[in-house]
């Protein structure tokens, strides 16, 4: 069997999303599990750390790469990546279900597409214009 390196990584800053949110781990934990499922990918593990004062970062490794995210609660500040390999999950799915439960006031994307020669960089057809507040 060949496997394929086509990969799509879409990386979102979010700004103006409420402190409670992004300083609650265990809600960013349920939240980002979810958005895997939505994508259609496999989690394999998880990882989530809640800073003192303030601050989350969350790790959810999938079979086919992963979703992340570290948060500034005082800054209303939340960095999202999320990698997969293949053509069968779409990672732009789990970052739109990421910044609809986020409600930021401002979002700004990013998207590679890797594994076919150079990267190519392209603003990805999302949907925050119409998630975010």
Known sequence: MEYSTFGRHVAVDTWGVDFDL??????????????????????LSVQ???????????????????LSIHTYPEKGFAALDCYTCGETVDPQLAIDHMVSVLKPEKAHAKKLVRGIGELQVETPDMKIAQLVK
């Open 48 to 66: 989530a750390k809640q800073f003192e004062p303030q601050g989350a970062t969350v790790l959810v490794l999938l079979s086919e790469s992963h």
């Open 22 to 43: 992004l300083n609650n781990a265990d809600w960013l934990q349920a939240q980002m599990i979810e958005a895997a499922e939505v994508c259609g990918a496999t989690v």
